[in-house]
């Protein structure tokens, strides 16, 4: 079980060439990381994963089926995709009803939607805004409210884009908390994010895009340490890649506990 | 950077067409005239008369493409429809054919000429005004005559308006799609799609008005200076205005004659 | 100097139960860029809608006790002058644009136009902005056609464009990446050069660290901390009331934990790096 993109290329009606001869293979229960400067094709990419783009040259094929033969939404039970903003996407009167709205359009049963809207709700923390109105929430709640009616779904893959944007610690720790509780079930989770710290926390496989293309394909410390990669994408380290970069020490370290190992080391503790 | 293209606004705008740089009050004046003498001429060539002259002038604007992607519909349309009812139903004694109670005679045939081609010409002269004159231009002009700032800005940007709803509409039918709701195929899958997509569009639009006017604040939109522009159009050539004082006199020549002759 | 002063400021929006501001005081002086960090709905947005006269003139609500800026009461200002005073550049890039422009050049001059600036002027200092804001290839875009990130440089040019003293900016790099956040900032740290006074709202605490001189820390609608950003920033009690601490900082407290300090916390990459080198150069 994996979504595959096979050679594929995306064009826009308007002749624009967002991304081009895709290779990438994602298998269940992965977490992965999209990088890359604004404009470098990260979301065209993942819209070709759901079928919002069908691709113009090229296969992608999700869990053996390719997405040319299916609708969006046929694909969409499949995979999941979280717009980047909340706004577009959500449109009923309560935070409750908008979670309810994907397991009842697919006709499940009442104890099978409880279910899911409390899992969804538990794995967001928007317990204490079931009943508000979306649009009386702030935004960055907002964000987990989408998040909560697509995970209602729950799709075996997962796409957030840009889920940290503008959310606080309680925010990002409650992102991570998620992303891994849906890899303990199995299901990969994909996401767009320009916050380098939240990629080396949370993914175990990172991939940078650059000029419409993937440039590399591996772990996090594979891509942050390759100084072509982080060039050519436009990313940087974490801040303590950064540093162990300037002072010359380490091997490939990234995290705040790996420095702090190697400064002892070296101190002889 | 394009210096040019910024230095560019140092000297009024030229479209280099000698319509399109006409001063947009003048356009809308020298249309209205021709609007009301075509209702004024009791003719039944005037207003096809009057539509060879438009179509010549769209040619030679550069619209000629979207002037007559307009003007044909209204055409077929409006036109078609509005002479065969005078053709059908307006009464003569020269009767050409009947079927049942529809007499049509050569009276009524000219009779629905004339009527469908005055309000078709009519139509005419607004899609031809509508295709010479950017909005923003008209907007200056009538900014330079006095019309309130805030006034232009609600035109200009309900124009804007009107194209953010199409494309925010495309994002959100990809954004319900991408949940699985079925917005593909059938009626009742389409009509069923209509409610979550037309949800988010309306509460979107609401909560922008009131930052979009937060924005404008911080724009020193209210500034309680005399505005300058950035972008102006030149000034109206004296050979410009006499012609249009002599379109007016005409007008009212028309409508002088009309009474003393009627 | 000080050219924005809160005393005991409590605020609530109309129909609010809960305050959205409560007992603050606060001082901002004149030239220094002011970082304002905390949980989400602790109150940042609220307080840039405060200095920026928004609260109360445009929102309504209850406000009580006293905001002076610039020596007159924020109830005095007349807000259309205010605006001319502070800029303000606030999170959705997709409102920030007129809407009633063609080409991005355009738009950045709207403000101009509406200060009444000469054509000539209007023109040079467009140009000078978009140089700045490294938007020189955006000039003859349409505005409404253009990425969000592309957006927010754009409307943040267009009010750098206003040249006012005082900005007050909200999360401006919310849709930028590594590359554009980085250029934000350091463009931030030019208009201080320039004199300017900065209210920056922003998550991205370390590059907050670089560059701030001082740090407000909100927690539910009240001060937590505040101080100048070496004093704020390095204590991890921050943690605990909902804001982050630079990477680095972190790193500094973690090796005091093991006895390994380097005799100061630093909340800079660079100062990180020299007490760093410090340390390892005395004992190797």
């Given at each position: 079980?994996?979504?595959?993109?096979?050679?594929?290329?995306?064009?826009?009606?308007?002749?624009?060439?967002?991304?081009?001869?895709?290779?990438?293979?994602?298998?269940?229960?992965?977490?992965?990381?999209?990088?890359?400067?604004?404009?470098?094709?990260?979301?065209?990419?993942?819209?070709?994963?759901?079928?919002?783009?069908?691709?113009?040259?090229?296969?992608?094929?999700?869990?053996?089926?390719?997405?040319?033969?299916?609708?969006?939404?046929?694909?969409?039970?499949?995979?999941?995709?979280?717009?980047?903003?909340?706004?577009?996407?959500?449109?009923?009167?309560?935070?409750?009803?908008?979670?309810?709205?994907?397991?009842?359009?697919l006709?499940?049963?009442?104890?099978?939607?409880?279910?899911?809207?409390?899992?969804?709700?538990?794995?967001t923390?928007?317990?204490?805004?079931?009943?508000?109105?979306?649009?009386?929430?702030?935004?960055?709640?907002?964000?987990?409210?989408?998040?909560?009616?697509?995970?209602?779904?729950?799709?075996?893959?997962?796409?957030?884009?840009?889920?940290?944007?503008?959310?606080?610690?309680?925010?990002?720790?409650?992102?991570?908390?998620?992303?891994?509780?849906?890899?303990?079930?199995?299901?990969?989770?994909?996401?767009?994010t320009?916050?380098?710290?939240?990629?080396?926390?949370?993914?175990?496989?990172?991939?940078?895009?650059?000029?419409?293309?993937?440039?590399?394909d591996?772990?996090?410390?594979?891509?942050?340490?390759?100084?072509?990669?982080?060039?050519?994408?436009?990313i940087?380290?974490?801040?303590?890649?950064?540093?162990?970069?300037?002072?010359?020490?380490?091997e490939?370290?990234?995290?705040?506990?790996?420095?702090?190992?190697?400064?002892?080391?070296?101190?002889?503790? | 950077?394009?210096?040019?293209?910024?230095?560019?606004?140092?000297?009024?705008?030229?479209y280099?067409?000698?319509?399109?740089?006409?001063?947009?009050?003048?356009?809308?004046?020298?249309?209205?005239?021709?609007a009301?003498?075509?209702?004024?001429?009791?003719?039944?060539?005037?207003?096809?008369?009057?539509?060879?002259?438009?179509?010549?002038?769209?040619?030679?604007?550069?619209?000629?493409?979207?002037?007559?992607?307009?003007?044909?519909?209204?055409?077929?349309?409006?036109?078609?429809?509005?002479?065969?009812?005078?053709?059908?139903?307006?009464?003569?004694?020269?009767?050409?054919?009947?079927?049942?109670?529809?007499?049509?005679?050569?009276?009524?045939?000219?009779?629905?000429?004339?009527?469908?081609?005055?309000?078709?010409?009519?139509?005419?002269?607004?899609?031809?005004?509508?295709?010479?004159?950017?909005?923003?231009?008209?907007?200056?002009?009538?900014?330079?005559?006095?019309?309130?700032?805030?006034?232009?800005?609600?035109?200009?940007?309900?124009?804007?308006?009107?194209?953010?709803?199409?494309?925010?509409?495309?994002?959100?039918?990809?954004?319900?799609?991408?949940?699985g709701?079925?917005?593909?195929?059938?009626?009742?899958?389409?009509?069923?799609?209509?409610?979550p997509?037309?949800?988010?569009?309306?509460?979107?639009?609401?909560?922008?008005?009131?930052?979009?006017?937060?924005?404008?604040?911080?724009?020193?939109?209210?500034?309680?200076?005399?505005?300058?522009?950035?972008?102006?159009?030149?000034?109206?050539?004296?050979a410009?205005?006499?012609?249009?004082?002599?379109?007016?006199?005409?007008?009212?020549?028309?409508?002088?004659?009309?009474?003393?002759?009627? | 100097?000080?050219?924005?002063?809160?005393?005991?400021?409590?605020?609530?929006?109309?129909?609010?139960?809960?305050?959205?501001?409560?007992?603050?005081?606060?001082?901002?002086?004149?030239?220094?860029?002011?970082?304002i960090?905390?949980?989400?709905?602790?109150?940042?947005?609220?307080?840039?809608?405060?200095?920026?006269g928004?609260?109360?003139?445009?929102?309504?609500?209850?406000?009580?006790?006293?905001?002076?800026?610039?020596?007159?009461?924020?109830?005095?200002?007349?807000?259309?002058?205010?605006?001319?005073?502070?800029?303000?550049?606030?999170?959705?890039?997709?409102?920030?644009?007129?809407?009633?422009k063609?080409?991005?050049?355009?738009?950045?001059?709207?403000?101009?136009?509406?200060?009444?600036?000469?054509?000539?002027?209007?023109?040079?200092?467009?140009?000078?902005?978009?140089?700045?804001?490294?938007?020189?290839?955006?000039?003859?875009r349409?505005?409404?056609?253009?990425?969000?990130?592309?957006?927010?440089?754009?409307?943040?040019?267009a009010?750098?464009?206003?040249?006012?003293?005082t900005?007050?900016?909200?999360?401006?790099?919310?849709?930028?990446?590594?590359?554009?956040?980085?250029?934000?900032?350091?463009?931030?740290?030019?208009?201080?050069?320039?004199?300017?006074?900065?209210?920056?709202?922003?998550?991205?605490?370390?590059?907050?660290?670089?560059?701030?001189?001082e740090i407000?820390?909100?927690?539910?609608?009240?001060?937590?901390?505040?101080?100048?950003?070496?004093?704020?920033?390095?204590?991890?009690?921050?943690?605990?009331?909902?804001?982050?601490?630079?990477?680095?900082?972190?790193?500094?407290?973690?090796?005091?934990?093991?006895?390994?300090?380097?005799?100061?916390?630093?909340?800079?990459?660079?100062?990180?790096?020299?007490?760093?080198?410090?340390?390892?150069?005395?004992?190797?």
């Amino acid at each position: 079980m994996a979504i595959e993109l096979k050679d594929a290329s995306f064009t826009y009606p308007n002749g624009y060439t967002a991304v081009e001869h895709l290779n990438l293979v994602i298998e269940s229960g992965e977490k992965v990381g999209i990088v890359g400067q604004n404009g470098a094709g990260k979301t065209t990419a993942v819209k070709m994963m759901n079928g919002l783009h069908k691709p113009s040259g090229g296969d992608v094929i999700v869990d053996g089926v390719n997405t040319k033969e299916k609708t969006t939404a046929q694909i969409s039970t499949y995979v999941g995709y979280v717009f980047q903003n909340p706004d577009d996407q959500i449109f009923n009167k309560s935070v409750i009803a908008e979670i309810e709205y994907m397991p009842r359009y697919l006709k499940m049963e009442e104890k099978e939607v409880k279910r899911r809207v409390e899992r969804a709700v538990e794995l967001t923390g928007i317990a204490k805004y079931l009943k508000k109105n979306p649009f009386d929430i702030p935004y960055s709640t907002r964000k987990f409210v989408a998040i909560a009616a697509i995970l209602a779904t729950e799709t075996p893959y997962l796409i957030l884009d840009e889920p940290t944007a503008g959310q606080d610690a309680e925010g990002i720790a409650i992102l991570s908390h998620l992303i891994d509780a849906l890899q303990a079930e199995g299901r990969s989770v994909i996401t767009i994010t320009h916050d380098m710290e939240f990629v080396a926390d949370n993914f175990d496989r990172v991939v940078a895009m650059a000029q419409k293309q993937i440039i590399a394909d591996g772990s996090a410390r594979d891509i942050f340490w390759n100084e072509e990669v982080v060039r050519t994408s436009r990313i940087r380290k974490t801040a303590i890649g950064e540093l162990a970069k300037e002072l010359q020490i380490g091997e490939r370290i990234l995290y705040c506990d790996e420095m702090v190992e190697e400064i002892a080391r070296r101190l002889g503790q | 950077m394009d210096l040019d293209f910024a230095y560019s606004f140092k000297n009024p705008q030229l479209y280099k067409n000698w319509l399109m740089d006409v001063n947009p009050l003048n356009k809308l004046n020298f249309c209205a005239v021709m609007a009301a003498v075509g209702f004024i001429l009791p003719y039944w060539w005037i207003g096809y008369a009057m539509m060879a002259g438009y179509l010549i002038l769209a040619a030679s604007a550069g619209k000629f493409g979207p002037f007559f992607k307009m003007f044909y519909k209204v055409f077929l349309l409006v036109g078609a429809i509005l002479f065969l009812m005078r053709a059908m139903f307006t009464e003569g004694s020269t009767i050409l054919f009947s079927w049942g109670n529809i007499h049509v005679s050569v009276e009524s045939i000219f009779y629905g000429l004339r009527v469908a081609g005055t309000v078709v010409a009519f139509c005419a002269a607004v899609i031809l005004f509508y295709n010479i004159t950017p909005m923003r231009d008209l907007m200056y002009s009538l900014e330079r005559v006095g019309v309130s700032h805030e006034t232009s800005y609600i035109c200009l940007a309900s124009m804007q308006a009107i194209t953010d709803l199409g494309e925010s509409s495309k994002v959100i039918m990809d954004s319900q799609k991408a949940r699985g709701i079925e917005t593909e195929g059938g009626l009742i899958s389409r009509m069923k799609a209509f409610i979550p997509i037309i949800g988010p569009l309306v509460l979107g639009a609401i909560s922008n008005t009131e930052e979009k006017s937060i924005a404008m604040d911080a724009r020193a939109f209210s500034a309680p200076v005399k505005h300058t522009f950035l972008r102006e159009l030149r000034k109206t050539p004296a050979a410009e205005k006499a012609v249009i004082i002599l379109i007016d006199l005409a007008l009212v020549a028309v409508i002088v004659g009309r009474v003393i002759w009627l | 100097m000080s050219f924005i002063t809160l005393q005991d400021v409590s605020y609530k929006y109309p129909l609010a139960k809960t305050f959205a501001l409560k007992h603050v005081d606060l001082t901002f002086e004149k030239g220094k860029f002011y970082g304002i960090i905390g949980q989400n709905g602790a109150g940042k947005t609220t307080l840039c809608n405060l200095v920026r006269g928004l609260v109360p003139h445009f929102y309504g609500g209850s406000l009580t006790g006293k905001t002076i800026i610039d020596g007159t009461n924020v109830k005095k200002w007349d807000t259309d002058q205010l605006a001319t005073q502070i800029g303000y550049v606030f999170q959705n890039p997709f409102t920030q644009i007129s809407g009633v422009k063609e080409t991005v050049f355009e738009e950045i001059a709207l403000g101009l136009e509406n200060l009444g600036i000469p054509k000539d002027e209007m023109i040079e200092r467009v140009i000078r902005v978009c140089k700045l804001l490294k938007i020189e290839d955006l000039i003859k875009r349409d505005p409404n056609a253009l990425s969000g990130g592309q957006r927010q440089r754009v409307a943040f040019a267009a009010i750098i464009a206003m040249d006012s003293d005082t900005l007050v900016i909200d999360e401006p790099t919310s849709q930028l990446d590594p590359e554009g956040t980085a250029d934000v900032f350091a463009i931030i740290q030019l208009l201080k050069e320039q004199g300017k006074t900065v209210l920056l709202v922003e998550h991205k605490i370390d590059l907050l660290a670089e560059y701030a001189d001082e740090i407000v820390v909100l927690e539910k609608a009240q001060v937590a901390f505040q101080g100048p950003a070496q004093e704020v920033l390095q204590n991890p009690a921050l943690l605990e009331h909902g804001a982050q601490i630079p990477q680095v900082a972190l790193l500094g407290s973690r090796l005091q934990e093991r006895g390994i300090g380097l005799g100061r916390i630093p909340i800079t990459q660079k100062d990180a790096i020299a007490a760093i080198e410090e340390r390892l150069g005395g004992e190797s």
